[in-house]
């Protein structure tokens, strides 16, 4: 499987690429959090994720999933961010 990355741009521009049908849901119980994606939410996820493990993102760069919205309702909301 090859999976396309969008570039950073050096404006400080994310950009986030969805697949068609993508479904992503959050659950968290005492001491877990369970993510939950059909194949199309998985494939998502990880361009994501490799989106911002790009050298040229900087530190503190993040994604907000928002329940409803990109997540499933009922997900709470979902903040995934660039450390060091």
Not at 14 to 27: E, G, Q, R, T
Not at 34 to 63: D, F, K, M, W, Y
Request: aromatic residues 6%; proline residues 2%; charged residues 20%.
């Amino acid at each position: 499987m090859n999976i396309s990355i969008p570039a950073y741009e050096e404006s400080g521009s994310l950009f986030f690429k969805w697949d068609d049908a993508f479904k992503i849901s959050v659950n968290h119980s005492t001491g877990e959090v369970c993510v939950s994606a059909n194949s199309a939410g998985l494939i998502s996820l990880a361009r994501h994720l490799l989106t911002l493990a790009q050298e040229s993102v900087p530190t503190g760069s993040h994604l907000h999933l928002t329940d409803g919205v990109e997540l499933e309702e009922g997900s709470g909301d979902l903040i995934i961010e660039k450390s060091q």
